[in-house]
């Protein structure tokens, strides 16, 4: 049954990637493929990473509500981006190789991480409103934070930080396109060669160990992964608050399982057809100008709400 | 055999487990009893390395709990908590499916799925089979629970008040099969009882612990008296001997 729900949203988005490179295309195809294609292939990453990002931490910290988002680990990439910035200077930041920089930011990423939600999900785990403020702290933390460094900054290394995390599919460079492919497939490697320990992990530390699994080594590796891939997301297009809950929650509707061999591809099926999907109508259809991360947002920041006033937290 | 040498606890300041020094034979059932609060969960999360042990040493057969892979050890002992938080989601076979995972690592071979089939007869839970956990009712989650326990095949199986929210037909045959586990399988059994007649019904030997100490071990006989309840619980119900069996007048 599941199989073929994942074959009919695979054929869904082969759809809308045709739509989105071929349709409304005109003039020089030489030069609108290319374009249009990182175009897509940011939109696939980003949104693979982000799905993928969610169901680890939500198997991790054993609910559906809060997402890596949520407990302010896309403000925690800016945020460092900022510091580095204030420190080195917008010139020196910017001749840095694109390469080395996002390696060097995704590495800080992946140690602040760690040390700071490392502790926070063993202590508080299955403390859900404790997690959830500590998150939503740690997120205005965050926030206020790169703020108050960015007012500092004087306006031209401003548009540094805008760049190098707000890029917003409007310009994608293809180097940094080229690293954060082959972080994330490494990331997506890793995460499905634990999908049968996720499977155990998501049963709680107490059956986990009955079974011969140690949770706590589980959840730092699914906080690496998890690190790695909100750097990718981040540094393409920006935090998306609410998007990776919406396309969840959505892959828990339309397959129902607690499999992540299923559960995994299904939820970056859904995510990849909503950025494209999304980006197609947005752009070609309607010929709107919206960001699409707004709409999701709205859309996401609505389930959320929902979920959390059902108070249905698995 | 497990062997439990001076084994104690604490959570925070406040001591949970003193002293505690423990031989349990390979083979034969043991219940745990005790009022509430007396440390019997704290001791068998101990022994299945649920919690890590603070000061003393435990041992299963040739294993050290704390020092041993805890993959091997899962091949060797299982647990069914006292609280269990179920995942969402799943049906009655996914979740009797995972006993295998020590085995099989999450690729199930025939053999395993004729265990799991097994398991789900001997629970009478094959008309159950592939309902979602979270429409069921208390005691057949709980049966559930119990036969992937089963599955996991273990020489030691240690069972935290498994009879909550048991029948009694539900009730009388997992001590059945429990039972027959020892006997013909010799397997060893260590479970946390409330209901005394049960302890006195279907434990080969009883180990009773007050305030975070073991204060009697011995067959059903010697413990179930009317001195020692009346020490252990601070209640005095009277006892009765009705086919060689001890019985609790409630
Ligand atoms: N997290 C905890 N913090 C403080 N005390 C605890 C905690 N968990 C258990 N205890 C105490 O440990 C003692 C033993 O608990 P437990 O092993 O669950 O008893 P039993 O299973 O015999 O009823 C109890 O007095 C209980 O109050
Ligand atoms: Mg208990």
Not at chain 1, 173 to 198: F, G, K, N, Q, Y
Request: net charge positive; hydrophobic share 50%.
């Amino acid at each position: 049954m599941h199989s073929k729900r994942l074959c009919l949203l695979a054929l869904f988005l082969g759809g809308c990637i045709a739509g989105y490179l071929l349709l409304g295309a005109r003039g020089n195809w030489a030069f609108v493929l290319p374009f249009r294609g990182n175009k897509l292939i940011a939109l696939l990453l980003v949104a693979i990473a982000v799905s993928t990002a969610t169901v680890l931490f939500q198997t991790i910290t054993q609910n559906r509500i809060l997402t890596p988002a949520i407990m302010g680990f896309d403000a925690l990439y800016v945020l460092i981006v900022t510091i580095l910035v204030y420190l080195l200077g917008g010139q020196v930041f910017l001749q840095l190789p694109a390469v080395g920089q996002f390696v060097f930011n995704t590495t800080l990423m992946l140690v602040a991480a760690l040390a700071l939600f490392g502790s926070l999900l063993t202590r508080a785990r299955g403390d859900l409103m404790r997690m959830i403020l500590t998150g939503i702290i740690f997120a205005v933390l965050f926030r206020a934070i790169t703020d108050f460094l960015q007012r500092m900054i004087d306006p031209n290394e401003y548009a540094v930080i805008q760049i190098s995390s707000y890029a917003r599919f409007a310009r994608i460079e293809v180097e940094l396109l080229a690293i954060a492919s082959v972080l994330t497939c490494a990331a997506l490697i890793a995460t499905w060669r634990m999908r049968h320990r996720l499977d155990v992990l998501a049963l709680g530390p107490d059956a986990a160990i009955n079974l011969g699994e140690n949770p706590q080594r589980g959840m730092f590796q699914a906080l690496i992964i998890i690190a790695v891939l909100v750097s990718v997301s981040t540094a393409l297009v920006g935090p998306m608050a609410f998007m990776g809950l919406l396309v969840v929650s959505l892959a828990h509707m339309i397959t129902p399982t607690a499999s992540h061999a299923v559960l995994l591809p299904s939820a970056a099926l859904i995510s990849a057809i909503t950025l494209v999907g999304g980006q197609f109508v947005l752009e070609r259809v309607l010929g709107l100008s919206t960001p699409l991360i707004v709409v999701v947002d709205v859309v996401g920041g609505g389930v959320f709400l929902i979920l959390l006033m059902r108070g249905k937290r698995r | 055999m497990i062997i439990v040498t001076d084994l104690s606890h604490k959570i925070g300041t406040a001591p949970i487990l003193q002293d505690i020094n423990m031989t349990l034979e390979k083979g034969g059932v043991t219940a745990l009893i005790g009022p509430n609060g007396a440390g019997k969960s704290t001791l068998l999360s101990l022994i299945a390395r649920l919690v890590p042990i603070q000061t003393g040493r435990i041992t299963v057969d040739d294993l050290t709990i704390g020092a041993c892979p805890t993959d091997v050890l899962a091949r060797t002992l299982a647990i069914l908590p006292q609280v269990i938080d179920t995942a969402p989601l799943l049906s009655v076979r996914e979740l009797v499916g995972f006993g295998r995972y020590p085995y099989h690592k999450g690729r199930p071979t025939a053999e395993d799925h004729a265990k799991v089939d097994y398991a789900l007869e001997t629970f009478q839970l094959t008309p159950l089979a592939d309902r979602r956990l979270e429409t069921l009712s208390g005691g057949q989650r709980q049966r559930a629970q119990v036969a992937m326990t089963f599955a996991q095949d273990t020489d030691y199986i240690l069972l935290d008040e498994p009879l909550n929210n048991l029948d009694i037909a539900a009730s009388r045959s997992l001590m059945a099969i429990l039972r027959d586990l020892a006997a013909t399988h010799s397997r060893t059994i260590v479970i946390v009882l409330h209901d005394i007649n049960y302890a006195a019904a279907y434990a080969d030997q009883i180990v009773a612990m007050k305030s975070g100490q073991i204060v009697a071990t011995g067959s059903p006989e010697a413990i179930v008296t009317d001195r020692l309840l009346q020490d252990v619980f601070q209640t005095d119900p009277k006892v009765h001997c009705l086919n060689g069996k001890m019985m609790v007048q409630v």
